[in-house]
């Protein structure tokens, strides 16, 4: 018995002892993890200290006097820009009734746009609401956070898939995570493990490091910690860590972009660069960031106007204040001390003018092509839109004009029909006594007896050109990524009186003497309209750029590609049938919505694929900026990144088409999209720019001949200039110069010169003016060239022939065929299909027009080097379009390094064979020598790809457009 109980307790003391261990163990494990909570805890504690030090003291609130006014006096404060305002005001503790009309508009905003708003938009409403109700009064919100909640997941979604991306941007989505840590939305750890990994390539334009997005993802990782630390949510030491990880490495490379006088990134994304380190002040060492240099920088930039726009202001205050985002639910350590902004808000007592005027008098003046004015009376306190709105009421006609909201304010686009362009630096310009203002127009606030003026910058360009370089270089040289570049390209829009556009614009003009040969070109083309299949887009934007003559034309080629078929069409066709229908004023409908799929799933065919290859999918980025840059910025954004990748030099054309959609895009990005879109396109469009550069000759001639067209657009509109300079005016003197050689006989050669020739560009396509039809049709050029006419019927021998070795079916067929004097080739070529369907024939559309590719069923093979050439007589149609008269058009097929009735010779130049032709038919010669110095005979297949493929290669015999006049 006695043994028996030493034996149980033995075993009781052998599991006690077990038990004790494992306890002590367990201890320890918890004692490190509260270390790990206490190491936290006390970087949390460190946040209210620096607060303090940055706060602007008392004593200095009046320097903050700018900052409130723009901010509660501008009543053009609406939608997402009147939620960054009202969130601003609010954190710092600002109460007045004139909040009530913010508030108002926020709500209004999130009511009218509902599912529209994106999750970064809706997630600023969510804030600013919360920021405007006491603890005690009901939840409005909570059905918000649901809405964001599905908002954010479909986000995350879209980067589930490799090399994936946020439907907005990562400034966006870290502003989601934010506003679902603070209001208890749903999210997931894991997730935010995931994708907020500093090194993510969203965190990243350019290869350079956005100052903002980081900033509001380190207030959004400080939050998520916090909820940890506070045990709302359940997870473990590790996924602290990774955060803490996170949060250090976001502030160090916030600090990087930190400048010599304090500011980080720039002066606009200093405010939440600010606000992230108040609240991550353990991860940096005192000597890293001296906190009263930067608040003394920004309050000596506010006091020279830095922030006279609400948002801008709004961005800037809290920071100011020593206040943060977080501190919308008072969970930060920074709510606590002094910091609320005592003032008071006094509207004007009413009283009647006899006594105290309330109302006041101002002189209105609209310059365009001529001079419109009007005394307009506004109560006092009235800024310059309330003066154009009463001028408008006065007089419709003279004074109506249109403008936009954005989160940044209204600005003009639109007086007496005439709307802005960006390309021909065509904007608004708001000046008081002669001298631009300083403000907005929804900001600036007008004064009794002011003399107040609105006019194109075509009036006061010469005056202010030189102030317009050394801006644009100023911007240049400040441009910093940040959400708030965007700021001024908007503020360009408002100040551009002042003359700080950062377009900058090289053109030059056809001397009057030369006008009627330019003239005489155009009816050229536009005679070679015709009911056919094949209706060509680039003449009608040409027409359309310039002012068509034949208005008939205009109207047929209109109709014809409103009916086509886009199935069968390649990215570029489809984007120049868009850009056409455009042009012309018509919905394009469902093309865009089809060409915008296509592109989001382009790719090209391999790393290093031929430039050329970019050339189609660059018109198709042009045509969706025009219609929609919100949408299309993501897919411009991945396009620029390929390009950046590819090691391809550009050839002229696809260098020109690239410039002209990515300065549509630069031009036009969104607000609120990610800042450093700027930097990304600005660094392709400066590749591109410098390798066009490049190929300007001595002559003038940029590449060849017909890609000179295409360059001098490019090169007039880009925002970043080569170090080469450019001579507009030689060019101008080599183009003109060879259309009276005769080069430009062909339409497609003409489309493309055309447009700058008349100083238009194709970022004009959206502002071409389509009036009701005028009573008086335009006048024709005084002394056009002779161009032919629709006369009567003439009759002409049409023979296709085959008589080449290897090629299974020979034959020799003739016909005559009746068509209208000054028909092109085209028409006899269906006209003969027509009457023997022995003369079917097949095309492929290409840039320069349609192209033969089968005939009889016998069609042209790449790969055995053959195709259709076309000859009058025995002449073969080696020039863009006849000149003289042409008899018995024939088809033959040849082969494209040797030819029917040619002998075959040995050629070392072309390393193989060449047409050694007898009779008059020239040899093909190379147009342009590769860039290994090896020069390449024309019909090499890569040429004929390009052509096959709408690429701009250029005209030559080997693909020879059907556009060849036929006399008799």
């Known amino acids: 018995m006695e043994e028996s109980k030493l034996m149980d307790d033995t075993v009781f003391r052998t599991t006690f002892i077990r038990l004790l261990k494992n306890l002590l163990k367990t201890a ?29 003291s008392k004593e200095n609130y009046s320097r903050l006097n700018p900052l409130l006014s723009t901010m509660i006096h501008s009543k053009y404060a609406r939608g997402i820009q009147a939620a960054n305002v009202l969130l601003s005001l609010r954190l710092v ?57 599905e908002k954010f997941q479909k986000e995350i979604e879209n980067m589930g898939v490799p090399d994936g991306n946020p439907l907005t941007n990562y400034y966006q989505l870290s502003l989601d995570l934010l506003t679902l840590c603070l209001f208890n939305g749903s999210y997931s750890i894991t997730e935010v493990k995931n994708y907020f990994t500093p090194e993510n390539k969203n965190f990243y334009f350019g290869g350079q490091f956005s100052v903002d997005t980081g900033a509001m993802a380190v207030l959004a990782l400080t939050c998520v910690k916090r909820s940890i630390m506070n045990r709302q949510i359940q997870t473990n030491g590790e996924d602290l860590q990774y955060i803490n990880n996170y949060t250090e490495s976001l502030v160090k490379k916030i600090l990087s972009e930190k400048k010599g006088n304090g500011l980080i990134g720039n002066i606009y994304s200093t405010g939440e660069a600010m606000q992230a380190l108040f609240v991550s002040p353990n991860y940096y060492n005192k000597n890293e960031w001296n906190c009263q240099q930067t608040l003394d920088t920004v309050l ?72 419109f004015f009007t005394e307009v009376t506004v109560p006092k306190g009235s800024v310059f839109l309330d003066v154009m709105e009463e001028a408008q009421k006065i007089n419709q006609t003279a004074f109506r004009f249109t403008f936009v909201e954005s989160s940044w304010g209204p600005y003009i686009t639109s007086v007496q029909g005439l709307e802005e362009n960006h390309n021909d630096r065509t904007y608004w310009q708001l000046l008081s006594g002669g001298e631009p ?101 680039s003449v009608l934007i040409a027409m359309n750029l310039v002012g068509p003559y ?119 990005i969104p607000v609120g999209s990610e800042e450093g879109y700027r930097t990304l396109f600005g660094q392709v469009l400066k590749d591109a720019v410098e390798d ?75 502002h071409t003016s389509c009036s009701p039809d005028p009573e008086v049709p335009p006048t024709l050029p005084n002394h056009p060239s002779p161009v032919p006419t629709m006369g009567p019927n003439i009759t002409v021998k049409y023979t296709i022939n085959n008589q080449l070795r290897g090629v299974e079916l020979l034959f020799n067929f003739t016909i005559d065929v009746s068509v209208k004097s000054g028909s092109v080739l085209l028409v006899v070529l269906e006209e003969a299909q027509r009457k023997n369907s022995t003369f079917k024939f097949e095309t492929t559309m290409t840039s320069w027009g349609p192209i033969v590719s ?71 010669k190379p147009p342009h020598a590769p860039r290994s110095g090896r020069p390449t005979p024309q019909g090499n297949p890569h040429l004929i790809r390009d052509a096959l493929q709408g690429k701009p290669a250029g005209p030559h015999p080997c693909t020879r457009p059907l556009s060849y006049l036929i006399k008799e």
């Open 93 to 149: 503790g600002i109460q007045d009734k004139n909040l009530e009309q913010l508030f108002q508009e926020v709500r209004d905003s999130e009511v009218k746009k509902g599912s529209d708003l994106t999750s970064g938009q809706l997630a600023l409403v969510i804030l600013s609401l919360r920021a405007c109700q006491n603890s005690d009064e009901s939840v409005t919100y909570f059905p918000l956070v649901s809405q964001l909640e």
């Open 437 to 537: 203002v300083s403000q907005g127009v929804g900001n600036y606030v007008v004064h009794n007896g002011e003399n107040l003026e609105l006019m194109t910058d075509s009036f006061i360009r010469a005056k202010n050109e030189k102030s317009q370089r050394e801006t644009a270089r100023d911007v240049d040289r400040t441009g910093e990524i940040g959400m708030a570049w965007f700021t001024l390209y908007l503020l360009n829009l408002l100040w551009a009186l002042a003359g700080t556009s950062t377009q900058t614009r090289s053109s030059c003009s056809v001397p009057p003497a030369q006008e009627p040969l330019v003239n005489s070109m155009q009816v050229l083309m536009e005679n070679s309209v015709t009911n056919s299949i094949y209706p060509n887009p």
């Open 28 to 56: 320890e494990k918890l004692e490190e993890t509260f270390k790990d909570l206490n190491e936290n805890t006390k970087k949390t504690e460190k946040d209210h200290q620096l607060c303090t030090i940055c706060e602007v």
């Open 300 to 371: 000596k930039e506010i006091s020279q106007g830095a922030f006279d726009m609400p948002t801008a202001a709004a961005q800037i205050l809290p920071a100011l204040m020593g206040k943060t985002y977080l501190d919308v639910n008072n969970v930060s350590s920074c709510a606590s001390g002094p910091g609320h902004l005592n003032i008071s808000i006094h509207e004007p007592i009413p009283v009647e003018p006899t006594i105290s005027p309330t109302w006041i008098s101002v002189n209105y003046t609209v310059q365009i092509n001529e001079t």
């Open 854 to 924: 089968s005939i009889n069923n016998i069609a042209e093979n790449v790969n055995h080097k053959t195709y259709w050439q076309f000859l009058s007589g025995k002449t073969p149609l080696n020039q863009e379009m006849a000149a003289g008269p042409r008899r018995e058009p024939q088809a033959w097929l040849c082969s494209r390094l040797q030819s029917f009735n040619c002998r075959r010779k040995i050629n070392s130049r072309y390393q193989g064979i060449r047409l050694g032709c007898q009779g008059a038919w020239p040899a093909c």
């Open 692 to 766: 066009i550069s490049m190929r300007i000759k001595d002559n003038g001639i940029i590449g060849g001949i017909y890609s000179t067209g295409l360059a001098m657009q490019a090169l007039s509109v880009t925002p970043k200039q080569s170090n080469k300079e450019w001579n507009c005016k030689k060019t101008m003197d080599a183009v003109l110069n060879e259309i009276k050689l005769g080069k430009f006989r062909n339409p497609m050669s003409i489309a493309q010169i055309l447009p700058s020739l008349k100083g238009k560009t194709y970022l004009d396509v959206p």
């Open 550 to 668: 034949n208005l008939e034309a205009q109207k047929l080629l209109t109709r014809q590609l409103m009916a086509i078929d886009t199935a069968d069409m390649t990215i570029g066709q489809l984007a120049l049938t868009i850009m056409a229908l455009t042009s012309s004023c018509r919905d394009p409908g469902n093309k865009v919505s089809t060409l915008q799929r296509q592109m989001e799933t382009w790719a090209p065919s391999s790393p290093n694929a031929e430039a050329s290859s970019f050339y189609g999918p660059s018109l198709a980025i042009l045509a969706l900026c025009q219609k929609n840059p919100e949408t299309t910025l993501p897919i411009a954004a991945r396009f620029a990144k390929t390009l950046l990748a590819n090691s391809s030099p550009f050839n002229v054309d696809t260098g020109a088409m690239v410039t002209l959609a990515l300065t549509c895009m630069y031009n036009k």
